[in-house]
């Protein structure tokens, strides 16, 4: 949520290069979360497995 905040605040005061770089910070890390989620290798604080509803933890380390 931080990243959001902090490109569109950069974006709306002229800040246009911070504003890009937040953004593509936001992106990357949005994508890399998603694919772990939908492949099911995201660990939590706790560092238990877990994926999206329906996908099966098939691959516990």
Not at 4 to 10: A, E, L, S, V
Not at 13 to 32: C, N, P, R, S
């Amino acid at each position: 949520m931080a990243l959001t905040t902090g490109w569109i605040y950069c974006f709306v005061v002229g800040e246009i290069l911070a504003g890009a770089l937040l953004l593509a910070a936001d992106m990357a890390h949005a994508l890399t979360v998603t694919i772990l989620l939908l492949t099911g290798c995201y660990r939590d604080g706790a560092q238990n497995m877990f994926a999206v509803p329906g996908n099966s933890l098939t691959n516990i380390n």
